[in-house]
């Protein structure tokens, strides 16, 4: 089975200011298509998780642009351009590559 | 937009089978795959399985001895069981739109993806003596 490791695990930051997280998969996620099957999915509290960033970089319908996927293979990147309140939540990457589907363990964001 | 209400007993015995529904509204049940996923408390997210319309399913091997995914498509719904419940197996669950498909001009099957681009609310099921 592929295995998502997502890092950090915990990331303090200040509004207004840009932020990172990384993925990395244990196999490849290049598609014969073209496509790197990794999608970010954000949790915030109380609620369902919801898709962001489908295929690598993707943004999903109606996801701020202040969002965005890069990577290829079995490096992933999610960045947010400036944090804002509402962004802070837990941040879920999954491979869609193979069976089983497979989440990374979560990334928290919470305010500095 | 297409709508996944949830519903099922939330509270369990040891060994005894969990059982949830999913019904999908305002959009096609065929034509895409369906997904459970599930997430301990205060952990993270688990694929249980998949199905479609036809009921070709697919399951987490970590699961697969004990879980089965249908569908009623009379109703536009699909279902999990899990048997034989422990501790281990409480959890918020979630059903998901995942995977889109459709049949081209030569008659070939064609895959889309998308994301699971709509999701649940989630049932909690407690497993406790």
């Known amino acids: 089975d592929i295995v998502m490791t997502q890092s950090p695990l915990s990331l303090p930051v200040t509004p207004g200011e840009p932020a990172s997280i990384s993925c990395r998969s244990s196999?490849?996620?290049?598609?014969?298509?073209?496509?790197?099957?990794l999608d970010w999915y954000v949790q915030r509290p109380g609620q369902s998780p919801q898709l962001l960033i489908y295929l690598g970089s993707y943004r999903a319908s109606g996801v701020p642009d202040r969002f965005s996927g890069s990577g290829s293979g079995t490096d992933f990147t999610l960045k947010i351009s400036r944090v804002e309140a509402e962004d802070i939540a837990v941040y879920f990457c999954?491979?869609?590559?193979?069976?089983?589907?497979?989440f990374g363990q979560g990334t928290k964001l919470d305010i500095k | 937009q297409v709508q996944l209400q949830q519903w099922g007993a939330g509270k369990l015995k040891p060994s005894e089978t969990l059982s949830l529904t999913c019904a999908v509204s305002g959009g096609s049940f065929s034509g895409h795959y369906w997904s459970w996923i599930r997430q301990p408390p205060g952990k993270g997210l688990e694929w249980i399985g998949e199905t479609n319309h036809s009921g070709n399913s697919r399951y987490n091997s970590s699961l697969k001895s004990r879980v089965t995914i249908s569908v009623d498509t009379s109703k536009n719904q699909l279902s999990l069981k899990l048997t034989s419940v422990t501790a281990a197996d409480t959890a918020v669950y979630y059903c998901?739109?995942?995977?889109?498909?459709?049949?081209?001009?030569?008659?070939?099957?064609?895959?889309?993806?998308?994301?699971?681009?709509?999701w649940g609310r989630g049932t909690t099921v407690t497993v406790s003596s």
């Open positions: 196999q490849s996620l290049l598609h014969s298509d073209g496509h790197n099957y």
């Open positions: 998901a739109r995942g995977r889109g498909y459709y049949y081209d001009s030569s008659g070939l099957l064609q895959y889309y993806y998308n994301g699971m681009d709509v």
């Open positions: 999954m491979q869609a590559l193979q069976t089983p589907d497979a």
